[in-house]
């Protein structure tokens, strides 16, 4: 595998990552879960590639 390719790879599971976390939000926000909570839980469970709480805001503001 050339390193183009494993950039790519990186690229694409970078990019999966933070659909899904935007799912995670939507979820737990309409559970009516705070911003703060949310964040918390990001972090826990995507470490360093969580979003920050203001991208985590903004994300709910768009669910309301």
Known sequence: ???LEVVAINALIESSAKFEQHSVIRFLYARKIKVAEITRQ????????A???VHTWKWCKRFD
């Open 1 to 3: 595998m050339c390193v």
């Open 42 to 49: 990001l972090k826990t469970v995507y470490g360093e590639g």
């Open 51 to 53: 979003l920050s709480r």
